[in-house]
């Protein structure tokens, strides 16, 4: 019965009520956007290191991987240094290198990954073949597209190639044999794979025996954090970060975001809350006579509280549930303004959805919807039975 | 020479507060004047961390542990309002070229130049001057420079357009939500009106002023809580990230739609409501 | 409403749900109503109105009683002191030997969902609800099952003459009709007592009229009765009048009747 006097109370006023329920729609996406954001940096980032398990990034001393063009010296035995550890499974060597692609009088930038094809973790493999010899190379769609060649092409590959003097350190031509989606490059940055020794000797003598950085994949069950510390104290001139430490620093770069999403969520939450409570202390007011007459009845204070909150509670729970399908759909829009940052990974994404946060965030609201009806219905049915009755019959 | 510029200035163990004169004596009491240390200014932040003052001697390297100069603080500088230096870490140091040259074994080279013209008309001659006898370097107007720099930027900007947006939809709907609520509030005075004689369009009059009211009253207030919100906002982040840059900023424009937008609303929505209401029959309102 | 009296007026005792009270052994049967110096004031304007001023009564079990008098004479106050939705600043009330002066907020509602119907003079009917609903709603509060608490109130709906429209909103039935299913919802708890505030008030004679012999068939099938009214005709139609002036009762006629 409360349940239908409920559904009834709203059905009364429809405008008020969708207005209502448009409003915590509102404010339930915007907190669920705000849920996303906050949340989700640290979990894409958290994803997007561990696409391929590597838990572990050695870079040179005092910079994050690719931060700088700074290169770690003596490649070959740190490599082998690093494999030999008995915690580690996998190492992946990387080095990075602006190329240029020559075609008559043009020249498209692309940037260069020199991996080992076996152990690399840079990319998958949509199309094709690996670049497992020394003249083949794996480029993305944005390479493709931008310089208009397909599979089997053969490319006129620079490295260190000045435009004006149209000079390079070294040139190669390198068979396109596969078309790969690289996870650490921007998004419509063209990027190219070759192996690693054709990328170091393509770079000249600066970059022999060179690497930008290493990607190591630690056994399951050993301390990473154990050989991290061991990588540092061994392999001088580096330094080692674990997926979590990196997830961290990024955090803080990016803590204009998280402090953003905090501070709009909690409005968001306090507007919908305000919301609720007017539309409720408002609908009450007008049927303090109702009220009275079901006091009078027999209708105890807690019950009449009951069939308040219901309102308020249906209100919420309407809001949310419209809320949540229109704050995926911004969150959707405002992730695709935010992926235009320069630079930033195309697998990395500001907005993720999780679940268990969501539905946090979404059962608060709901519930600050519930409380928001408990002060006004509680006021309204403690009024004396006798004086309501007696004011509602003169008004 | 970004390397160079982040690297640390390593000190000396003996460097902080030193103030060693010069001089020294040759066996037989002649006097040596080594030459007097090269001078550099370093920033606010740099300062504040490594606890340096003026007059302090560092010494200054290009590669990590490797062999430098010992120089002087000559000067402590501050920052510039520059948004693309916000988020870094960085700490800069200023030398004199030649010095720098020599440190980085850079030999004759800079990165790049900036050029003043004489007048903003002739700047578009200088750029084509220079391009057409440039070798292995091009000029570019600093305008577009600017463009290309300021991305991030210009994404922040767009995403903050966007929040803007969808807050000022939500704000719309809660204002139409609780204006309607406050004139419905009233049905009962406009019955009584009604009953009175008072003419609808008095009743929708004096409900419309009311609710230009609240929305100016409203206006004010919202207009005084963004503009110290704004304080508490520069305040925090030009704290943590040691940058005199605003982050947030009211202008009159601001403000002027701000308060445009929510009397528009309030009054358009107060006005829906009132007309709704006198459009009833006074004894239906009275809930009879 | 005539015909066979003896089975119908059975019937329609099962219907209005009167109880038998619960006798005394070897004393005089406890009266639906005492009331024993029952006072009323409250503040108004920085002054102590003193709405009823120590009265003193009884209401046997069956009596209908008309409590008339000029407005403001106290005579809705001390209604709302019989069905307990106010309470007393000095004296006390007894209705079926209980004390209810004293009662806490929660005892009181107990006791007004379970002894007390009543019925305004504005009907006060939910207006979401339909006639139907607003019936059961007090038996619903009670904690009766659905399909019961339906049938009775189809049941009372048809005792007022009014099965046909159990579907109907408020807005939807007339004024009498809807005094009608205020007053069957009143009855859903086969209460012990049935007060009413002016139920003809708002009512023209004819309609009023009907609510008049509707009063006197539930009287006539066992329900003690206490309105209080301005009209003449009701209180013809109740077997005794209290007449209240200036919150004291000057006259009680037609006493012992019952």
Redo the contacts between chains.
């Keep these: 019965m409360r349940a239908a006097l409920a559904s009834a109370a709203l059905q009364r006023h429809p405008v008020r009520t969708l207005l209502a329920v448009l409003g915590v729609a509102v404010s339930a996406a915007l907190l669920l956007d705000m849920v996303m954001l906050a949340s989700g940096m640290r979990e894409s980032f958290r994803q997007f290191l561990l696409i391929q398990g590597f838990q572990l990034r050695v870079s040179p001393k005092g910079t994050l991987p690719f931060d700088s063009e700074a290169t770690i010296e003596r490649a070959g035995w740190a490599l082998a240094t690093l494999r030999a550890h008995p915690d580690v499974v996998t190492v992946s060597p990387i080095l990075g290198a602006q190329t240029h692609t020559l075609r008559g009088d043009s020249a498209h930038t692309a940037f260069a990954v020199g991996v080992d094809p076996g152990v690399q973790g840079d990319y998958e493999l949509l199309r094709g073949a690996n670049a497992s010899a020394p003249d083949r190379v794996v480029a993305n769609e944005a390479y493709l597209r931008l310089t208009g060649r397909r599979l089997g092409d053969t490319l006129d590959v620079v490295v260190g190639f000045d435009p004006q003097f149209r000079s390079y350190t070294g040139r190669r031509a390198l068979v396109l044999v596969g078309v790969g989606r690289f996870y650490y490059t921007a998004t419509n940055q063209a990027v190219l794979a070759v192996p690693l020794a054709t990328l170091q000797a393509m770079s000249g003598a600066a970059r022999a025996d060179r690497v930008s950085l290493f990607m190591a994949k630690v056994r399951a069950g050993a301390s990473v954090e154990a050989v991290r510390a061991w990588i540092e104290r061994t392999i001088p001139k580096v330094t080692a970060i674990s997926t979590e430490t990196a997830v961290a620093q990024v955090e803080e770069r990016l803590g204009y975001f998280r402090q953003l999403a905090f501070i709009l969520g909690a409005i968001s939450l306090v507007v919908g809350f305000l919301l609720v409570t007017t539309l409720v202390t408002v609908s009450v007011n007008e049927r303090v006579g109702e009220i009275a007459v079901m006091r009078a009845m027999g209708v105890s204070r807690a019950h009449v509280v009951q069939q308040i909150v219901l309102e308020g509670f249906a209100i919420s729970l309407a809001g949310a549930v419209l809320g949540l399908l229109l704050g995926l759909g911004t969150a959707r829009y405002l992730n695709a303004i935010l992926s235009d940052f320069p630079g930033l990974p195309a697998t990395f994404d500001f907005f993720l959805f999780q679940p268990g946060a969501a539905w946090r965030s979404l059962g608060l609201l709901v519930l600050s919807g519930i409380l928001a009806g408990i002060y006004p219905s509680w006021r309204a049915s403690s009024l004396p039975i006798a004086t309501t009755l007696r004011r509602e019959a003169v008004a | 020479m970004m390397l160079l510029l982040a690297l640390t200035a390593a000190l000396a163990a003996a460097q902080a507060g030193e103030r060693v004169p010069p001089g020294g004596a040759l066996p037989g009491g002649a006097l040596i004047v080594p030459p007097a240390p090269r001078t550099i200014a370093i920033d606010e932040r740099l300062a504040a961390d490594a606890r340096l003052r003026v007059g302090d001697r560092v010494v200054l390297s290009a590669a990590s542990g490797g062999a430098g100069d010992t120089v002087v603080v000559a000067a402590i500088t501050r920052r510039g309002a520059d948004p693309s230096e916000v988020a870094r870490d960085e700490y800069r140091v200023r030398l004199h070229l030649d010095h720098l040259q020599a440190l980085a074994g850079y030999g004759d080279r800079v990165d790049r130049f900036a050029v003043a013209t004489t007048r903003p008309g002739a700047t578009g001659r200088v750029l084509d001057d220079v391009n057409r006898v440039a070798f292995g370097f091009r000029a570019h107007r600093s305008a577009d420079v600017a463009v290309g720099t300021s991305r991030t930027f210009q994404v922040v900007s767009r995403f903050h357009r966007a929040i803007g947006v969808i807050t000022i939809v939500a704000s719309a709907i809660f204002l139409l939500c609780i204006l309607l609520l406050k004139v419905e509030e009233r049905r009962r005075d406009v019955a009584a009106l009604r009953l009175m004689g008072i003419s609808r369009a008095s009743v929708v009059r004096s409900i419309v002023l009311e609710a230009l009211l609240v929305s100016l009253f409203g206006a004010a207030l919202g207009t005084l809580v963004g503009w110290a919100g704004t304080l508490l906002i520069n305040w925090h982040y030009q704290g943590v990230y040691r940058t005199p840059l605003t982050f947030a900023l009211v202008t009159p424009g601001i403000v002027l739609f701000a308060v445009a937008l929510s009397v528009a609303l309030g009054v358009g929505a107060g006005l829906a409501a009132a007309v709704r209401l006198v459009r009833m029959p006074p004894l239906a309102l009275f809930g009879r | 409403m005539t015909g066979d009296g003896g089975r119908r007026g059975a019937a329609a005792r099962a219907v209005a749900g009167v109880q038998p009270p619960v006798a005394q052994p070897s004393s005089a049967p406890v009266p639906a109503v005492r009331a024993v110096a029952l006072a009323r004031s409250y503040p108004m304007g920085g002054e102590e109105v003193r709405a009823v001023r120590g009265v003193t009564f009884d209401i046997a079990d069956g009596e209908y009683v008309a409590v008339v008098g000029p407005s403001g004479c106290g005579k809705?106050?001390l209604l709302?002191l019989l069905?307990v939705?106010?309470r007393p600043t000095a004296g006390s009330v007894a209705v079926r030997g209980r004390d209810v002066s004293a009662m806490s907020?929660?005892e009181a509602?107990?006791?007004?969902?379970?002894n007390?119907g009543?019925v305004?003079?504005?009907f006060?009917l939910?207006?979401?609800?339909s006639a139907r609903?607003n019936v059961?709603?007090?038996m619903?509060?009670?904690g009766v099952g659905r399909a019961e608490r339906r049938a009775r109130a189809l049941e009372l709906l048809r005792y007022v003459g009014l099965g046909a429209r159990e579907r109907h909103r408020p807005s939807q039935l007339s004024g009498g009709e809807q005094q009608r299913v205020a007053i069957a919802?009143a009855l859903a708890?086969s209460p012990a007592l049935l007060l009413a505030d002016e139920p003809t008030g708002e009512l023209d004679a004819r309609t009023g009229a009907e609510i008049i012999d509707l009063f006197g068939r539930l009287n006539a099938d066992g329900t003690t009765i206490v309105v209080v009214t301005h009209d003449e005709e009701l209180a013809r139609a109740a077997r005794r009048v209290i007449h209240m002036r200036d919150g004291e009762i000057v006259r009680d006629e037609g006493r012992g009747t019952g």
Excluded at chain 3, 109 to 114: E, I, N, Y
């Design positions: 809705s106050t709302n069905g939705i106010d907020d929660r509602t107990r006791f007004r969902l379970h007390v009543f305004f003079q504005r006060y939910m207006p979401t609800l609903e059961e709603l007090p619903a509060e009670a919802r708890n």
